[in-house]
Structure formats: structure tokens, C-alpha cells
Antibody
Framework: EVQLVESGGGLVQPGGSLRLSCAAS????????MNWVRQAPGKGLEWVSH????????YYADSVRGRFTISRDNAKNSLYLQMNSLRDEDTAVYYC????????????WGQGTMLTVSS | QSALTQPASVSGSPGQSITISCSGTISDVGSYNLVSWYQQHPGKAPKVMIY???KRPSGVSNRFSGSKSGNTASLTISGLQAEDEADYYC??????????FGGGTRLTVL
């Protein structure tokens, strides 16, 4: 079964840091581009970041550029999101998603992990 | 990067058809045929329903269709069913290698 499982969410104070992880299974992880998408409570989806299959291409949304770092370890079938200088507005469910970048299709999603930034 | 503009809510009776619009700009929807639509039920992860404006992934009902005219994309659901009640989001490639989503539309099946 193709599956993505996020972990690492929690409660962090403003200005703090956290690293999210996403474990992939059921497909050849190293062949696929991966993204992070977030959703604030009661709000819509917001694209966060993209990483290509070989990590050679990385993109960020303006709202997180300079504070978040996306990475992956193909040997461990894992995707990561290092989040620094966290703000209240970063509070959201964070989804990892497999993406066909050429077609802009997010075809596999995890169940999400919740990040709450609050003092 | 502003979100694409969608109506906050639409509704229809079982068997009817509804259309959800997604308005963007020349920098996103208007310049690329890379518009996709996602269905999200409460507490669940999104599911792709349409990609590349009008293509349907395997397994998605042919009651779902997509189109685009200028800077506006549309999702049409025909023969509404109770299980179609969900939030729907459009998504487009934008300039500078970024992606933007619409604000979301809540579909209510009356």
C-alpha cells in the first residue's frame, strides 16, 4: 500500500524550532518529487515547499522562505521540514504529499501532523 | 502570492449539477494549463479530482469535469450525490516556480 506518514508536530513557542518528518512506503521514494502543504485550522490549503527526487531542485513559498528548510533522505525513504523562527501564523496541519510536478498533481497525501505555535 | 478566488460555498440538490469557479491572474491560471482540483472531506487529506485543467485520474467519477477560460478555471459536478459534500480547492502553477491554492469552496448537497 502506498503510504505517507507524518510525525514531529507539537506545541512550540514563537521563535522556536521544530523538524517534521514524513515516512514513505509502498513506492520507490527516490523516483518521486515531494512537497509539504499546510492547512491552518478552519482555513484553506497553502503550498509550503517542493523538493525534487534527487534534491537538486527546491522551492519555497514566500511565507516560509529563509525560515524553513526542506530535505530528504532517499536511503531512509524520508522527507523532512526543518522549521525555524516559528510564528503564530505557522500553526497548521502539515501534510507531506507526493507530486508529479510536470502535471501539478498531488497524488498521494499523508494524514497530516499538527503544529501549534503559541506562548 | 494571493490565493486564487473561489466562492465560499455552493449548494445543490441530489441529481443536479453545480459549477465551482476559480479565478486567478495572467501569472497563474491564465498562463498555465496546470490547474488541478482537490476534494477534502472533514478531517481527511485532500484527494485529486482533476488535473491539467480537465483530466481525470483513474478511479475518479466521470461526473467530475474541469475547464478553463482565460484566467478562470471551473469544476463541474453533475448528478450530485450525497458523498460529494465536501470542501473543494483549486490549485495552479504560478510564476517563479510556486504553487497557489484557492481559498476553498464548501459544497452542500441539500
Amino acid at each position: 500500500e502506498v503510504q505517507l506518514v507524518e510525525s514531529g508536530g507539537g506545541l512550540v513557542q514563537p521563535g522556536g524550532s521544530l523538524r517534521l518528518s514524513c515516512a514513505a512506503s509502498g513506492f520507490i521514494f527516490r523516483n518521486y518529487n515531494m512537497n509539504w502543504v499546510r492547512q491552518a485550522p478552519g482555513k484553506g490549503l497553502e503550498w509550503v515547499s517542493h523538493i525534487s527526487s534527487s534534491s537538486s531542485t527546491i522551492y519555497y513559498a514566500d511565507s516560509v522562505r529563509g525560515r524553513f528548510t526542506i530535505s530528504r533522505d532517499n536511503a531512509k525513504n524520508s522527507l523532512y521540514l526543518q522549521m525555524n523562527s516559528l510564528r503564530d501564523e505557522d500553526t497548521a496541519v502539515y501534510y507531506c504529499a507526493r507530486v508529479d510536478w510536470a502535471s501539478l498533481v498531488f497524488d498521494v497525501w499523508g494524514q497530516g501532523t499538527m503544529l501549534t505555535v503559541s506562548s | 502570492q494571493s490565493a486564487l478566488t473561489q466562492p465560499a460555498s455552493v449548494s445543490g440538490s441530489p441529481g443536479q449539477s453545480i459549477t465551482i469557479s476559480c479565478s486567478g491572474t495572467i501569472s497563474d491560471v491564465g498562463s498555465y494549463n496546470l490547474v488541478s482540483w482537490y476534494q477534502q472531506h472533514p478531517g481527511k487529506a485532500p484527494k485529486v479530482m482533476i488535473y491539467e485543467v480537465s483530466k481525470r485520474p483513474s478511479g475518479v467519477s466521470n461526473r467530475f469535469s474541469g475547464s478553463k477560460s482565460g484566467n478562470t478555471a471551473s469544476l463541474t459536478i453533475s448528478g450530485l450525490q450525497a458523498e460529494d459534500e465536501a470542501d473543494y480547492y483549486c490549485c495552479s502553477y504560478a510564476s517563479s516556480s510556486t504553487i497557489i491554492f484557492g481559498g476553498g469552496t464548501r459544497l452542500t448537497v441539500l
